[in-house]
């Protein structure tokens, strides 16, 4: 590699494998990162060139930074020049077209070398940026063209055998490059620090719920999973998470931690594998020991752990099934006059699990958003998966709610049994009857919401049993059903205008 650098400048820079210091990451879960790494540099007085491959496939060239840490020595970036397309054989072979080269043919059992003349290589150019700043109007990757080969005054569609190149060209690259040619106003060794923005990586978090046989005070695992497609291997790297919904233009298309430490104090010194702290508008996690992130490696790290959180089971009987493309587009005054509208029932009723995230609960640091996965323990000591959902981002003292499931053992029924339109009054009663049924062993607490859909102003003149306004549109009764029986909820709405 060292002589492939001279052979662009005579001044030029390599650098070996064993003088590659640890970079450090910070990973976006928005599929991007920041890479930063210290560089040596042995400037020359005047002008250096420099020739950087320590990189990865999705760098954004105007990124870049490259700057002396300590600003006592200033370096000037005259020109940067990035090549992101590596040797492969289409390339090669679009340096030789126009020209004839050998081709390797196997004819029966014998292998022969006959000359071929390269009339179309079929070669697309890998175009990255390309592509993020014009979008579908570049090729993303190499293309399937195919090559055109004029064998003895025939020509052929495909290749028709293997090529065998003269030598490589000094235009060749064998991974992704920057080309500096920089300024200094005094010559010298300068560990500068270099960084930039790239694509290819991201992370995600995902949470691990695991209740009891009996009750709700459940335990909770959360791992952090990174994510490596950029390209390049990050060696005993010091890597840091960004959550947050940070603003990147893209292209066309606290308690649980001290929790932790006390539960792993009872078994042995352990180190909290990931810290968290605010930063800016967003929350930054810290993995606490360097770790190697290869290239196309998917790797998960622990970050919090808590025990005994408490935590309830809802469930939820919203009973109004609403067709959002039979309606959808509707005004407020159509559905108003529309005798059918939210008539349709849905008998599904919604498991929910709720919990706080408090330090009162065992918890209350910021939660990044991710999946949730719950489990619960068997009669036999086995745990059984019992639903999912994704979580957003989600700070220390606010309350969870998920959604897991529908509930086998519980149904709802819902019909309108009185409608009413007076439009001279400018009035509209609508009466509905619920039903809910419950055919579990045990007693089940159900919240039954009904949206008055209706008009904005209302109110409700007569109903069964009390219930809660939640918001301006929504009512909740919460009822209480015992083994095999049914609760029969009825109410009256009176709209006006």
Request: glycine share 6%; net charge negative.
């Amino acid at each position: 590699m060292r002589h492939l650098a001279c052979l662009i400048a005579a001044c030029a820079v390599c650098f070996a494998a064993d003088e590659k210091p640890a970079p450090s990451l910070t990973i976006y879960n928005q599929n991007f990162a920041v890479v930063r790494q210290d560089i040596p540099l042995d400037l020359k007085a005047g002008t250096t060139s420099v020739r950087m491959t320590d990189i990865t496939m999705h760098l954004e060239p105007d990124s870049v930074i490259l700057r002396d840490p300590a600003g006592k020595h200033p370096v000037q970036v005259l020109e940067q020049n990035y090549r992101a397309d590596p040797v492969s054989e289409s390339l090669l072979l679009s340096f030789y077209e126009g020209k004839t080269i050998d081709f390797l043919v196997q004819r029966g059992d014998k292998q022969e070398v006959i000359p071929g003349k390269i009339i179309r290589s079929g070669y697309v150019p890998l175009n990255f940026m390309a592509t993020n700043r014009y979008g579908q109007q570049i090729p993303y990757s190499q293309g399937t063209e195919q090559p055109i080969i004029e064998i003895e005054g025939k020509v052929r569609f495909g290749l028709p055998g293997t090529p065998i190149f003269p030598a490589l060209t000094d235009d060749t690259i064998l991974k992704p490059t920057l080309q500096w040619l920089l300024t200094s106003d005094k010559p010298g060794p300068l560990r500068a620090e270099f960084s930039y923005v790239t694509g290819g990586l991201t992370w995600e978090a995902d949470y691990n719920i695991v209740a009891p046989e009996k009750g709700d005070a459940v335990d909770l695992v959360g791992w952090v999973t990174m994510d490596n497609q950029s390209g390049k291997a990050f060696e005993n790297a010091r890597i840091k998470l960004m959550a947050g919904d940070v603003n990147k233009i893209q292209p066309a298309q606290g308690y649980a931690f001290k929790a932790m430490a006390d539960a792993v104090s009872v078994n042995g010194r352990m180190e909290v594998p990931v810290t968290e702290k605010a930063f800016d508008e967003y929350h930054l996690y810290t993995l606490a020991r360097p770790t190697t992130l290869h290239d196309r490696e998917t790797k998960q790290v622990e970050f919090v752990r808590a025990a005994n959180v408490l935590t309830k089971q809802l469930y939820i009987y919203d009973g109004a099934k609403i067709d959002s493309n039979r309606y959808n587009g509707w005004n407020w005054e159509t559905i108003r006059n529309n005798a059918e509208y939210g008539t349709e029932s849905n008998p599904k009723i919604w498991v929910m699990r709720e919990f706080a995230n408090s330090e009162a609960n065992r918890l209350g640091m910021p939660l990044p958003k991710g999946r949730v996965r719950f489990y619960r323990r068997n009669d036999d000591g086995q745990i059984e998966f019992t639903g999912e959902n994704v979580i957003d981002h989600t700070p220390r003292d606010e309350t969870l709610r998920i959604y897991t499931g529908n509930a086998f053992d519980l149904t709802g029924e819902r019909r309108r049994t009185d409608f009413k339109l007076d439009t001279r009054g400018q009035k509209l009663d609508e009466t509905f009857e619920i039903k809910v049924r419950n055919h579990r062993k045990e007693t089940a607490e159900v919240r039954v919401v009904e949206h008055l859909y209706r008009w904005i102003n209302w109110d409700v003149l007569a109903h069964s049993d009390s219930f809660n306004k939640t918001d301006s549109k929504t009512i909740e009764f919460p009822v209480t059903i015992a083994p095999d029986e049914e609760k029969v909820i009825t109410y009256t709405a009176h709209y006006t205008w």
